[in-house]
């Protein structure tokens, strides 16, 4: 006796709905993914390019840290400060 909206094809609205959750709903968080991908790529590209460094000279010179540097085998990275940057 409610009063709600009742489709008039339930097993259709049914298989809408199955494929909104299994198909849609997944691409949509695929796109999102790799758009969130692509802006840490291109974040990475404008601080090289605000720092004057090409992408080469900058694995050069994570390549010539030592070893000893790192931390669990990761090396932590921070901004250098304007005084070492000139």
Same mark, same amino acid.
């Given at each position: 006796?409610?009063?709600? $909206?009742?489709?008039?094809?339930?097993? #259709?609205?049914?298989?809408?709905?199955?494929? &909104? &959750?299994?198909?849609?709903?997944?691409?949509? &968080?695929?796109?999102?993914?790799?758009?969130?991908?692509?802006?840490? /790529?291109?974040? &990475? /590209?404008?601080?090289?390019?605000?720092?004057?460094?090409?992408?080469?000279?900058?694995?050069?010179?994570?390549?010539?840290?030592?070893?000893?540097?790192?931390?669990?085998? $990761? #090396?932590?990275?921070?901004?250098?400060?304007?005084?070492?940057?000139?």
């Amino acid at each position: 006796m409610g009063c709600g $909206y009742h489709h008039p094809f339930p097993s #259709l609205h049914a298989q809408v709905i199955d494929r &909104q &959750q299994f198909k849609v709903l997944p691409s949509f &968080q695929k796109l999102v993914a790799r758009n969130n991908f692509l802006e840490g /790529y291109v974040e &990475q /590209y404008r601080l090289l390019e605000a720092s004057g460094t090409t992408p080469m000279e900058f694995e050069a010179k994570i390549a010539s840290i030592a070893e000893s540097e790192a931390i669990d085998g $990761y #090396l932590i990275l921070e901004p250098a400060s304007e005084i070492e940057m000139n």
